[in-house]
């Protein structure tokens, strides 16, 4: 493929670029793509943008550079903290108070992840340190391929609710652990109490501080504009945008003070949120560009045949992990057994979220960071595939699918009249 793009480069000189053709082409096949699978499988879109950006990355496209950085990066980062923003959203902190055992689940699922994956990883003689690091990158499930299922599904009901507050919350705790973790390695301290429990308070600090402005002026811009204005849409997402931007400046996270400018704007604004229809198209075209940049990198990885079994063992232990936790704190929490099940099934999908978290340990450790990529990427890879069939799955099973059938549309011309 390199050859070709070669040829095409000596006589296709497009003035934004040889790479921004490229990437128009390969998205408008990911957007039919994921169109025509929906149709005639039902599957979710998200599993064709990913097959597409696989078949690429696999091919040889050069648009994907990694560890990933400049715009490309930056574009994740806003796609990550689009969506996180939006799911953010969807959590009401009061109901955690008068359901405490729905955050017990959060944080047992999150906990017997990272200590399933650390332990399978160790058994099958990976280092400490990278069995570490893909444990607490196993922990985040994927809330941007998790709502597409839902989108798609038309899910609704509380195994959809849950998952998708679960999800959220479990990116949450991951982000912010990977962020002091890689804060670590820039000092080049290990080991001290004192020395862990500094970077998360810096990350969390700064996070919140930026999230917290950017919901007050998000707040203040809804006293004066009507929520379902293009403007007010606009307005949002360049917003985000801009404290993307400044959060990863300061040494906070983008995507975690995205999310937690959600959290606060809930709080704030607790009446349902009118996103308007710019607003969705906007995002739509940021999450697949997400789902595309991350397989498109992850295919491209070094595939190594003896990572296989690293790979399979963590995703088994990652996907039971999950299920055991969220059955483990069930008890009192508002849903039957078999709502747990699907609930843990749901939130089967790793993503954008954990490609993010693999790149920053890339960036800081020339050590580390390959060892680290050379498994969890195989792993975001498969499960940004597999997981969304699973989740479409669980949603289906659990009843919460309001998808209706579909039925053979009549070929007919532009100007004839319908029957």
């Known amino acids: 493929m390199d050859e070709v793009m070669a040829i095409w480069a000596e006589w296709v000189r497009p003035s934004a670029g040889l790479p921004t053709v490229q990437w128009s082409l390969l998205l408008a096949v990911a957007a039919a793509a994921g169109h025509l699978l929906q149709r005639h499988t039902g599957l979710p879109k998200v599993v064709g943008y990913s097959i597409v950006g696989t078949l690429a990355g696999l091919a040889g496209f050069s648009g994907a550079v990694w560890p990933l950085q400049g715009v490309a990066l930056f574009l994740l980062e806003l796609g990550v903290s689009v969506v996180l923003f939006e799911s953010g959203g969807r959590i009401a902190l009061r109901w955690f108070r008068h359901n405490p055992m729905v955050l017990l689940q959060s944080l047992l699922e999150s906990v017997f992840t990272a200590l399933a994956v650390y332990y399978v990883l160790r058994w099958l003689d990976v280092r400490a340190n990278v069995a570490e690091a893909v444990a607490l990158i196993a922990m985040a499930a994927s809330p941007a391929v998790l709502s597409r299922v839902i989108m798609d599904t038309r899910g609704a009901g509380?195994?959809?609710?849950?998952?998708?507050?679960?999800?959220?919350?479990?990116?949450?705790?991951?982000?912010?652990?990977?962020?002091a973790r890689v804060g670590l390695l820039h000092r080049g301290v290990e080991g001290e109490l004192q020395a862990t429990l500094y970077p998360v308070f810096v990350v969390l600090g700064i996070s919140i501080v930026v999230g917290a402005v950017l919901a007050l002026a998000l707040r203040s811009a809804l006293r004066v504009m009507s929520p379902t204005s293009e403007n007010t849409s606009i307005l949002f997402i360049t917003l985000i945008a801009a404290g993307t931007a400044l959060a990863a400046h300061f040494g906070g996270s983008a995507p975690l003070a995205a999310l937690l400018a959600g959290v606060?704007?809930?709080?704030?604004?607790?009446?349902?949120?009118?996103?308007?229809?710019?607003?969705?198209?906007?995002?739509?075209?940021?999450?697949?560009?997400m789902f595309v940049l991350v397989s498109v990198v992850a295919a491209k990885a070094d595939w190594n045949p003896a990572v296989t079994w690293l790979v399979a063992a963590l995703v088994i232990a990652r996907g039971l992990a999950k299920i055991a936790g969220i059955s483990l704190a069930n008890f009192g929490s508002g849903t039957t057994w078999r709502q747990a099940l699907w609930t843990g099934c749901a939130m089967a999908p790793m993503s954008s979220i954990a490609l993010l978290l693999v790149s920053q340990y890339v960036t800081a450790s020339i050590t580390l960071g390959p060892r680290v990529a050379s498994i969890a990427l195989p792993a975001i890879l498969l499960m940004e595939i597999l997981g969304a069939v699973i989740a479409t799955i669980a949603i289906h099973?659990?009843?919460?699918?309001?998808?209706?059938?579909?039925?053979?549309?009549?070929?007919?011309?532009?100007?004839?009249q319908r029957g």
């Open 264 to 289: 606060l704007l809930k709080q704030l604004q607790p009446r349902p949120w009118a996103w308007s229809r710019q607003l969705g198209t906007a995002a739509s075209l940021l999450t697949m560009l």
């Open 397 to 416: 099973r659990s009843g919460e699918s309001h998808q209706p059938v579909a039925t053979p549309q009549p070929n007919w011309q532009p100007g004839e």
């Open 158 to 179: 509380p195994v959809t609710e849950r998952a998708m507050v679960l999800s959220t919350l479990s990116t949450f705790y991951a982000m912010t652990l990977v962020s």
